[in-house]
């Protein structure tokens, strides 16, 4: 999957408690976004990051926030957890916005 | 705000059937527009981007075509074959996003 790690793959957690999922790229990409899919919705931008500490909200972004301190993790964290975020959430890369875009394999999350 | 709309939601051909997949997109100012392959439980796979300055792209037995001026794209899947089966997906790069469209869910049968 063209060097993206993301981790957890699956997680169970309750309502109200505090979530992070990783994305670590190995290929030194600029662009990385946090996407999730649900049935009905599709795939959904949640945030994305143009660099090092610069990142910008997308469609979905209520209830999350991100942090980027290194060019190769990309953190997304549900301070929260709410059952309407139950999704699976989608790591992806890109040099730039002119470029295609590589996908991770995907976290399965369900807020019970 | 830029839609994409994927027209058949759901589609099944036998083996060998020549297909052709839809997406049409609201806006224009697009940059580019690419093709995903999603198979189940599974991330997305890129199969062709088209510049928007170019009208096709090809890759092996798929081709892509671009029409901005009337917001479409179509992918060309020559030769069906059982592997093709999985989802597909389009997307346009419109400001700094992507936005997909809800996908074409495909089957092929032997």
């Known amino acids: 999957d063209a060097g993206i790690t993301q981790s957890p793959r699956h997680k169970v957690t309750e309502t109200g408690t505090p979530v992070t999922l990783r994305c670590h790229q190995t290929?030194?990409?600029?662009?990385m976004y946090w996407y999730r899919q649900d049935p009905g919705h599709g795939l959904r931008l949640i945030h994305y990051?143009?660099?090092?500490?610069?990142?910008d909200k997308g469609e979905v972004s209520d209830g999350y926030s991100v942090s980027r301190s290194k060019t190769e993790d990309f953190l997304l964290t549900l301070e929260s957890a709410t059952s309407s975020q139950t999704s699976v959430y989608f790591c992806?890369?890109?040099?730039?916005?002119?470029?295609?875009?590589?996908f991770g394999s995907g976290t399965q999350l369900s807020v019970l | 705000k830029q839609e994409v709309t994927q027209i058949p939601a759901a589609l099944s051909v036998p083996e060998g059937e020549n297909l052709v997949l839809n997406c049409s997109f609201t806006?224009?100012?697009?940059?580019?527009l690419q093709w995903f392959r999603q198979d189940p439980g599974k991330g997305l796979t890129s199969l062709l981007l088209i510049q928007s300055s170019q009208r096709e792209q090809t890759s092996g037995r798929l081709n892509a075509s671009l029409d901005k001026s009337s917001g479409r794209s179509t992918l060309y899947i020559a030769a069906s074959q059982p592997g093709d089966s999985a989802t597909y997906l389009c997307a346009v790069i419109w400001g700094d996003m992507l936005t997909f469209g809800g996908g074409t869910r495909l089957m092929v049968k032997p």
């Open positions: 290929e030194n990409h600029r662009y």
């Open positions: 990051s143009y660099g090092v500490k610069d990142t």
């Open positions: 806006d224009s100012a697009i940059y580019n």
């Open positions: 992806a890369i890109s040099t730039s916005t002119n470029e295609k875009l590589f």
